[in-house]
Structures are given as structure tokens and as C-alpha cells.
């Protein structure tokens, strides 16, 4: 077996393992209100080291699994944009993280704290990366049309653009609220597309 084919099912599977750990602490957390990484193990059927390797505490993992809970799933999501041409796709996408982030900003903000802080000088992928994932779902339809450069430029550009990031500069920088947050990045997004020599129409 190729080596690639190897490591993309290696990313599956730890993408599977780590939505059973979210989904065992959602559960947990339905029914207690203090959960330990024990519990959790228990519940997702795994080890604490595993558990370990995607959360270094459960803090992350309850703060991570309690924003779950609100979010759809980046294939949910894009199941609701699939059949729209790709500029509509992601700025639908654009619209719906950034309204996740300003609903839930408090909760977010926490987040964001706890996981640069555990990134700092670690190796490891603290975090999710719904919207990456959402990008990629979305682009899958028109690689054939965009070299791979551009489509991972669109991919990782539409991530800045999008979320709880974004949000923070706007407004904590930039002095923005949330609407003109929201008019601004879209903006920035149209212009991104407009330039892009490509029919958003034309998925073959």
C-alpha cells in the first residue's frame, strides 16, 4: 500500500477518534456537571493517553465539546450549500462561522486562550478545524478548474477570513461591531472571488 494512501487512512481514523472523544464528553457533560478524562476514556472506549494525544486537559476537551454541541458539523453545513455555486458556498459558510463566533464570543474567547497557550512550542493539532474542513468540502467539486496552489490559498485565505479570529481583530483592533465586522469580511471575500478567473457555476 502507498504511503499516501496510508496516511490519509491514518487521518480518517484520528479524525473518527477524536469525534468520539467530543461526542463521549457531550454526553457526560448532558448529565454532570464535572466530568474527569476517565470518564470520558471510558465512554469513547480509549485510553487517557489517547485522549491525551488530541487534548492535553479536560478543560480543552469540555470547552471544545461544549461549543460542539452548537456547531453543525462541516458536512452538515455544507449539505445545506452543496447545490449553490462556490462564490454563494463560501459566503454562506463566511456567514454562518462568524455568526457561531459572535453568539458564543465569551466561550470562544476562553478557547482561543487555552489552546494558544497549550500550542505554544507544541507539535500537536490542538484544534479542530471545522472550517478547513468546510473549505475543503466545498472546493472537492472544483479542483479540476484551480491549480492546487489557488485552491489551497482559497482554502487557508477563507479560514482567516471566517471565525473567531477574525472577529477578535475586527473588533478589538479595528474598533468594529459585529455587523461592520461581518460587511467588512464579506467584502474582503467578493474581492478575493472577483479576481479569481474561474466559473463558480461550473463545477465539472
Known amino acids: 500500500m502507498k504511503s499516501v494512501a496510508i496516511n490519509k487512512g491514518r487521518t480518517k481514523q484520528k479524525k473518527k477518534t477524536r469525534i468520539r472523544i467530543i461526542n463521549a464528553a457531550k454526553k ?18 480509549v485510553s487517557r493517553a489517547t ?23 462541516p458536512v452538515q453545513l ?54 478547513v474542513e468546510a473549505m475543503i468540502l466545498a472546493l472537492e467539486p472544483y479542483k479540476t478548474q484551480m491549480s492546487k496552489k489557488d485552491l489551497m490559498n482559497l482554502k487557508n485565505i477563507s479560514t482567516v477570513l471566517m471565525g473567531i479570529e477574525a472577529v477578535i481583530v475586527s473588533k ?20 478575493i472571488l472577483k479576481g479569481m478567473n474561474i466559473d463558480f457555476k461550473d463545477k465539472n
Not at 28 to 45: G, H, P, R, T
Open 28 to 45: 457526560l457533560m448532558s448529565d454532570n456537571s464535572k466530568v474527569s478524562i476517565e470518564e470520558v476514556a471510558e465512554e469513547a472506549q
Open 51 to 73: 485522549i491525551y494525544r488530541y487534548f492535553t486537559n479536560i478543560d480543552l476537551l469540555c470547552t471544545e465539546a461544549s461549543l460542539d454541541i452548537h456547531f453543525l458539523t
Open 78 to 131: 455544507y449539505d445545506k450549500v452543496k447545490d449553490r455555486p462556490l462564490d454563494e458556498c463560501i459566503l454562506f459558510i463566511q456567514n454562518y462561522y462568524n455568526k457561531m463566533a459572535q453568539e458564543h464570543e465569551l466561550i470562544f474567547r476562553r478557547y482561543l486562550s487555552a489552546t494558544l497557550l497549550e500550542s505554544f512550542g507544541s507539535k500537536k493539532k490542538i484544534r479542530g478545524a471545522r472550517r
Open 172 to 191: 478589538d483592533v479595528c474598533g468594529l461591531k459585529n455587523k461592520e465586522t461581518n460587511d467588512t469580511l464579506k467584502w474582503a471575500f467578493e474581492m
